[in-house]
């Protein structure tokens, strides 16, 4: 498998995470978003993701697939050990509320393009636009994801699931970019937790070779 | 059942899509999200839903499901007639891709809540606001799906999926809010197709009991 990934893209970084989880090898294809004015802009890579977004896997059979979720559920599916959502279909609905919480109400909202057009479209200082990213990454999701999630030490119990999967990059970024989360017990401690892990580790991207 | 909903959410329509589709009775408890400063800010609605977004379905035994992409694969899997998420696992992930394209890409860019913050806090014109929502909705979300469908007559073959509950209610914004999809032929034409279903058409959001 060939995955199209960025060292600090948060939807790459799940899938990384996804994949070490389930102990299955992968090449790197490092696209650069902000190098060359996006490498995700070329006519080349439109072709492998219309969306110009990444990651897409690639599998051995050349089929790409695209989102980052719509990968996972298709790798759980296909490589079952270990199961990242849950086989009762309540506990997996929540599971899933909460990856979405972060990959549908938070991440969006905060990714590279969405900045660039706060910053040269609307004008927007780096102050305002720091603004903007605490608000969506608290109020959009953190918060109510603290509110979601059980006493651990996983969001859901002993095991990592795609919560996780998705909470920890939507930390990382959150440290990056210092907004406070120490009112965020849970979330913390499932921070710790994960991050204990080689699968957790391996995927962090100081850990990539296109880490800079 | 019953599902807190408000007629013009996207999110409330697509529960409303698959709920019709898989001929589920519920009953509706509407949440105004303009009218009050926005009912889905109270704290009785944020004991309901800690994200205080719609939709949220309350199953019969009281348990709260949140998210609309997890609320449709809680209800696939616990009322399989008819599937939305096919069985195999390769076009399940294009289903979900096309799913998440909206649901992640598209949709959380241009809801009630953060086309307030452009006009509120970053003090941005009716024009501007229009011009981010046309840009997110066809740069972010239908021209790549477009792309990534297939020729029909639904966006996967010849069944409803979930790229079709997800794709609907986003086309339906981009006609009310006048943006322009005449280009996107395959998109044309899985909404004649879909409007054509009784299922469909009774969600719309001129059909709601709370429409206005």
Chains 1, 2 share one sequence.
Not at 61 to 68: A, E, F, N, V, Y
Not at 140 to 145: H, N
Not at 152 to 163: E, I, K, N
Request: glycine content about 4%; charged content about 20%.
């Amino acid at each position: 498998m060939k995955l199209y990934t960025y060292f600090r893209s948060s939807a790459a970084y799940r899938v990384r995470i996804a994949l070490n989880l389930k102990g299955i090898a992968y090449e790197q294809a490092p696209v650069h978003l902000v190098k060359d004015g996006g490498q995700q802009k070329t006519a080349a890579y439109q072709a492998v993701n219309p969306q110009m977004l990444v990651p897409t896997l690639e599998l051995d059979d050349g089929t790409r697939l695209t989102q980052s979720l719509a990968i996972i559920e298709y790798l759980d599916a296909v490589h079952a050990d270990p199961k990242l959502i849950p086989a009762d279909p309540l506990l997996a609905a929540k599971v899933r509320a909460v990856a979405l919480a972060i990959a549908c109400d938070t991440h969006p909202l905060n990714n590279t393009r969405v900045l660039a057009y706060l910053r040269t479209t609307f004008g927007r200082s780096d102050e305002e636009v720091s603004r903007w990213y605490e608000n969506w990454t608290l109020k959009g999701g953190l918060e109510p994801v603290e509110a979601l999630i059980t006493d651990g030490p996983f969001c859901f119990g002993d095991q990592p699931t795609l919560a996780d999967i998705c909470l920890i990059p939507q930390v990382f970024n959150a440290r990056r970019f210092k907004v406070p989360i120490d009112h965020l017990p849970k979330i913390l401690r499932v921070e710790a937790t994960c991050q204990a892990l080689p699968a957790f580790a391996a995927a962090r991207p100081e850990a990539q070779p296109d880490a800079e």
